[in-house]
């Protein structure tokens, strides 16, 4: 070959190259969303005045829901804490990865955690160029392997264990006098020391404002780097118990007159507080129309403990829909109209598929997600998932609260009476069984969750010592009996 033929041939590929890459340029021209996941803890299905609320105001958290999409029949993965946040991460139910149960607390975690065979979300989005942070809670595993920095996150701040106290001046004082007398780890995790990047630090403001702080530093150093776009995981640990509440915030509520109540109020007011700031700071470094907020709990609310879930039946723990289906909302100016009313059932499995499609990320290929892109649907007002079940299984030491939602319509069992059958679309306090007018419906679910109920693994781990040893004693998950046609 002559050099000038291969300087043509050269000149050709050069040009072939750059015209491929201008058409996949010219396909995506949008800069991708930052996404912004706001959870709270234990927070109930009315604690929000968009969800018609009594007596708690949440004005900043309605502004964002009413200018976005609020869902009505969105639900979690699991009706507490850990495994609903592992769904959350993985795209998948927890079941099927062994982690049904909360892990251990710190002082017996045993090196415990999410099995690194699932990839999170944020490792998905970080692989694809986002900047990705983690505040709050963490509850996945506290070992290195398990840490957030070790998960896709190249930021944490917080605490990896289930729960914390929120006044610095009482965990602090409780941390050093367990130290003085030598108690380093027997002390309650609530009462430790945050931390930031794997380094204690000494956090001095109520841990709420603390977490809405160090997530504007995040957002803030986002905003400097134009080149990235941002993946933010807050996780709040309010209204979670302890209640310990700001008196400020508690006086936002002079009629609520019982204590619990009033206190988790004021916790519910600190995060609505907190996202103000958050809403401000997006403005000002001119990131909040291209920022997708999304906002709900991990589960349901705890009525003892000042939560409220109206009109839905129970709450945290339960398979009744007060257990887990949650307020929430989306917000994002540039691609989604205000105002919309998302009435069909979705899954916070859903997240995982849907923010892998907007960032342009790619999903392992192994990875066998329980959710669906739910976008589109979103966009057209129509059912993302029609015909596709919702499970939710909770184990108890004996039995499993199961229930399963399709479309409209939920098969439930629980310890208290066997299955039954509610239009939870138009019967949201599930009052009305209509066992009999849907019984091959019926009879159909059950053979679907027994289906599911393959693809579940063994407990990798159990919350401590004695659930573990009842699940062996027990010859637990015993499906024969959850499952048995009736
Ligand atoms: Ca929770």
């Given at each position: 070959m002559t050099h000038n033929k291969m300087t043509k041939m050269f000149v050709a590929t050069c040009l072939l190259a750059l015209n491929y890459i201008g058409a996949v340029f010219a396909e995506s021209t949008a800069p991708r969303p930052n996404i912004l996941v706001i959870l709270t803890d234990d927070q109930g299905y009315a604690d929000v005045s968009f969800n018609g609320s009594p007596d708690i105001h949440t004005p900043s958290l309605d502004k964002l829901a009413e200018d976005g999409a609020i869902f009505t029949s969105a639900y979690v993965v699991h009706p507490f804490c850990g495994p609903s946040r592992a769904g959350l991460m993985t795209g998948r139910y927890p079941h099927k990865f062994g982690s049904q149960f909360n892990l251990p607390s710190s002082n017996a975690s045993g090196g415990l955690g999410i099995p690194k065979s699932e990839t999170f979300i944020s490792t998905v989005l970080q692989?694809?160029?986002?900047?990705?942070?983690?505040i709050g809670k963490w509850h996945l595993g506290e070992t290195s392997e398990y840490h957030p920095n070790n998960r896709g996150f190249d930021e944490f701040y917080g605490f990896l264990?289930?729960?914390?106290?929120?006044?610095?001046?009482?965990?602090?004082?409780?941390?050093?006098?367990?130290?003085?007398?030598?108690?380093?780890?027997?002390?309650?995790?609530?009462?430790?020391?945050?931390e930031h990047n794997g380094k204690e630090v000494v956090e001095t403001e109520y841990v709420t404002d603390g977490l809405t702080r160090e997530a504007n530093k995040?957002?803030?150093k986002a905003a400097e780097n134009k080149?990235?776009?941002?993946?933010?995981?807050?996780?709040y640990n309010a209204p979670h118990t302890p209640l310990e509440a700001k008196q400020e915030d508690m006086d936002m509520f002079p009629n609520i007159k019982d204590e619990k109540r009033k206190t988790y109020a004021?916790?519910?007011?600190?995060?609505?507080?907190?996202?103000?700031?958050?809403?401000?700071?997006?403005?000002?470094?001119?990131?909040?129309?291209?920022?997708?907020?999304?906002?709900?709990?991990?589960?349901?609310?705890?009525?003892?403990?000042?939560?409220?879930?109206?009109?839905l039946k129970e709450g945290k723990g339960s398979v009744q829909e007060g257990g887990y289906r949650t307020p929430m909302f989306m917000h994002w100016p540039d691609a989604l109209k205000g105002s919309t009313q998302y009435k069909h059932p979705i899954s916070a499995l859903d997240l995982y598929p849907t923010f892998a499609a907007l960032a342009g990320a790619e999903v392992p290929k192994h990875k066998k997600l329980d959710g669906k892109d739910i976008w589109s649907a979103l966009q057209k007002g129509v059912s993302a998932r029609p015909g596709e079940p919702i499970y939710v299984m909770r184990h108890h030491n004996d039995n499993s609260d199961v229930a399963i939602r399709i479309d409209d319509l939920k098969a439930i069992k629980t310890k208290e009476g066997g299955w039954r059958v509610y239009d939870v679309q138009k019967d949201p306090a599930e009052k009305n069984n209509l066992r009999d007018k849907y019984q091959v419906q019926l009879q159909e679910m059950i053979a679907n969750f027994e289906v599911w109920s393959w693809t579940n693994v063994e407990p990798l781990f159990f919350h401590d010592q004695k659930a573990g040893y009842e699940w062996r004693a027990n010859g637990m998950p015993r499906f024969h009996e959850t499952f048995k046609r009736d």
């Open positions: 692989d694809a160029g986002y900047y990705t942070g983690a264990n289930g729960g914390h106290s929120f006044f610095p001046e009482e965990f602090s004082k409780r941390y050093e006098h367990g130290k003085k007398q030598g108690r380093h780890h027997s002390i309650w995790h609530y009462h430790k020391p945050l995040f957002i803030s080149q990235q776009p941002f993946f933010l995981y807050l996780a004021g916790m519910v007011y600190a995060v609505d507080r907190g996202v103000k700031d958050i809403v401000k700071n997006l403005k000002a470094t001119g990131q909040f129309d291209n920022t997708l907020i999304v906002f709900f709990s991990d589960n349901g609310g705890r009525p003892d403990k000042g939560a409220n879930n109206y009109p």
